[in-house]
């Protein structure tokens, strides 16, 4: 996560899904005492929004999850999202994930009607790209199996759907270029989906006044060594002594490695810094090529990590 007429009456809850047995799930009392899904108050578009630019780093697309608390349907979908294992995977790794409500008073008819999004029952599915481009939509009661979703079914409806791999290669080469055309170095960065160290990383290289710091002198690219085609490959080409991820390294445009996420004197991977002395590495390593950075710059990047450090340890 196709144009289909919207019949249902507002004021009927009872008919929202096609099915009668459905319509009294959507009203049975253990719908309403699950713990809020939808927020009726949300902006959806903001928040779609949000989750696009999101969705532009990490190649991942948006998938919107419409309906409402009142819908036990809804409930159930979205309690299946949570605890089986190959799904959650399947939309962290892939998608950002926007619940937009629909209920009496709260319809989010402009939205819809933007997207030219026309649901016919709920749960209700639809997919954009990083580009607010709809890409489907899909009534959900074809993924279901009896009185409740069937897993495989929206497995293969979240894979069908997921943007299309990434080649490794031409990322990093893109990287490289733009780095030689800019007269910067490339910060080369291996991570993926499950990797908590990873998301920690890129966390802190995302703060605004961190990236603001080193955007002069470096061009991150994060090279995903599950979801990119020949990511494992890029990585045992440049991580040739230590194991584990994250791991990075500064390159030059022309490819040349001028430091790496390795401890001086050794083969440790340093990985997420927690450390005094490898946050000192790390800092000298992000910071002490190119173009000079001012005592401010400097100082903004080490308290970024010492304070992410610190909630790691607490």
Same mark, same amino acid.
């Given at each position: 996560?196709?144009?289909?007429?919207?019949?249902?009456?507002?004021?009927?809850?009872?008919?929202?899904?096609?099915?009668?047995?459905?319509?009294?799930?959507?009203?049975?009392?253990?719908?309403?005492?699950?713990?809020?899904?939808?927020?009726?108050?949300?902006?959806?578009?903001?928040?779609?929004?949000?989750?696009?630019?999101?969705?532009?780093?990490?190649?991942?697309?948006?998938?919107?999850?419409?309906?409402?608390?009142?819908?036990?349907?809804?409930?159930?979908?979205?309690?299946?999202?949570?605890?089986?294992?190959q799904? !959650?995977?399947?939309?962290?790794? *892939?998608? +950002?994930?926007?619940?937009?409500?629909? &209920?009496? /008073?709260?319809?989010?008819k %402009?939205?819809?009607?933007?997207?030219?999004?026309?649901?016919?029952?709920?749960?209700y599915?639809?997919v954009?790209?990083?580009?607010?481009?709809?890409?489907?939509?899909?009534?959900?009661?074809?993924?279901?199996?009896?009185?409740?979703?069937?897993?495989?079914?929206?497995?293969?409806?979240?894979?069908?759907?997921?943007?299309?791999?990434?080649?490794?290669?031409?990322?990093?080469?893109?990287?490289?270029?733009?780095?030689?055309?800019?007269?910067?170095?490339?910060?080369?960065?291996?991570?993926?989906?499950?990797?908590?160290?990873?998301?920690?990383?890129?966390?802190?290289?995302?703060?605004?006044?961190?990236?603001?710091?080193?955007?002069?002198?470096?061009?991150?690219?994060?090279?995903?060594?599950? !979801?990119?085609?020949?990511?494992? *490959?890029? +990585?045992?080409?440049?991580?040739?002594? &230590?194991? /584990?991820?994250?791991?990075? %390294?500064?390159?030059?445009?022309?490819?040349?490695?001028?430091?790496?996420?390795?401890?001086?004197?050794?083969?440790?991977?340093?990985g997420?810094?927690?450390?005094?002395?490898?946050?000192?590495?790390?800092?000298k390593?992000?910071?002490?090529?190119?173009?000079?950075?001012?005592?401010?710059?400097?100082?903004?990047?080490?308290?970024?990590?010492?304070?992410?450090?610190?909630?790691?340890?607490?």
């Open positions: 996560m196709e144009r289909l007429i919207l019949t249902c009456a507002i004021a009927a809850l009872t008919i929202f899904r096609p099915t009668p047995a459905h319509a009294a799930d959507a009203a049975a009392p253990a719908a309403a005492e699950k713990p809020a899904i939808y927020n009726e108050l949300a902006d959806a578009k903001a928040d779609v929004l949000a989750a696009e630019a999101r969705a532009a780093k990490e190649n991942k697309r948006v998938l919107l999850q419409i309906g409402g608390n009142w819908c036990g349907w809804c409930v159930k979908l979205q309690e299946l999202c949570q605890t089986d294992k799904i !959650r995977a399947l939309i962290n790794a *892939e998608y +950002e994930v926007v619940h937009v409500n629909y &209920s009496p /008073g709260h319809e989010n %402009a939205f819809f009607a933007a997207y030219q999004i026309v649901p016919k029952g709920y749960p599915l639809a954009l790209d990083p580009n607010d481009r709809l890409i489907v939509q899909q009534e959900t009661g074809v993924l279901e199996d009896g009185p409740k979703h069937d897993p495989q079914k929206v497995k293969d409806f979240l894979e069908k759907w997921k943007a299309p791999a990434q080649d490794a290669q031409q990322v990093l080469n893109d990287a490289l270029s733009r780095a030689a055309a800019e007269g910067k170095l490339v910060f080369l960065h291996f991570g993926a989906p499950w990797c908590g160290w990873c998301h920690k990383l890129e966390d802190v290289l995302a703060e605004p006044t961190v990236e603001a710091a080193l955007r002069n002198n470096l061009v991150s690219v994060k090279i995903d060594v599950d !979801r990119m085609t020949g990511g494992k *490959e890029i +990585e045992k080409k440049y991580q040739q002594h &230590s194991a /584990g991820i994250p791991w990075y %390294a500064v390159l030059k445009p022309d490819g040349q490695v001028v430091g790496v996420s390795e401890l001086p004197g050794t083969q440790d991977n340093i997420f810094p927690t450390e005094p002395n490898e946050i000192d590495y790390v800092v390593l992000l910071t002490q090529w190119g173009k000079p950075l001012s005592e401010e710059q400097v100082a903004t990047v080490r308290e970024a990590f010492t304070q992410a450090a610190a909630k790691v340890k607490h």
